[in-house]
């Protein structure tokens, strides 16, 4: 890992009217628009959209390195997040972050140190940490038959 402080440098191109092309360097340009909820089309992503993206991918990427570090194995995960934006005050805002895991792991696994790294990935998760909203994690470890 390179020594702190890390900089992310991401660039918003838009007309009046349309899309906006979301881009860094060396990475592809993403398309986005306003959520549906904001009167958007749908099928687009948006930068709601992609903030609870990055705390579902953020929470992955936690768990595998939390993992690997502990020599635990596993064959797969699903998380979904569910984000909740709300008016607080006047303000709009994401009030909760909720984080379902369903870990599969092989058979034998040790499903109470599963859970100790699965809740270890979302103290560590650094998107998350970055977050006012309240953070709930709901977790369910798979035990594969063979």
Request: aromatic letters at 8%; a negative charge.
């Amino acid at each position: 890992m390179q020594p702190y402080p890390h900089r992310y440098v991401v660039d918003a191109e838009a007309a009046a009217t349309g899309a906006v092309s979301v881009g860094a360097a060396g990475l592809p340009a993403i398309e986005t628009t306003a959520p549906p909820e904001f009167d958007g089309p749908p099928g687009h992503w948006s930068p709601e959209a992609f903030l609870v993206a990055a705390v579902a991918d953020c929470y992955v990427l936690s768990f595998r390195a939390v993992a690997r570090a502990a020599g635990f194995e596993w064959t797969g995960m699903r998380c979904r997040v569910a984000g909740v934006l709300e008016r607080v005050s006047g303000v709009t805002q994401f009030t909760r972050f909720t984080t379902a895991v369903r870990l599969r792991v092989p058979r034998g696994a040790d499903r109470e140190k599963a859970r100790e790294i699965l809740e270890r990935a979302e103290k560590v998760c650094l998107v998350s940490n970055s977050l006012r909203g309240e953070r709930l994690l709901e977790i369910e470890v798979l035990v594969e038959e063979s």
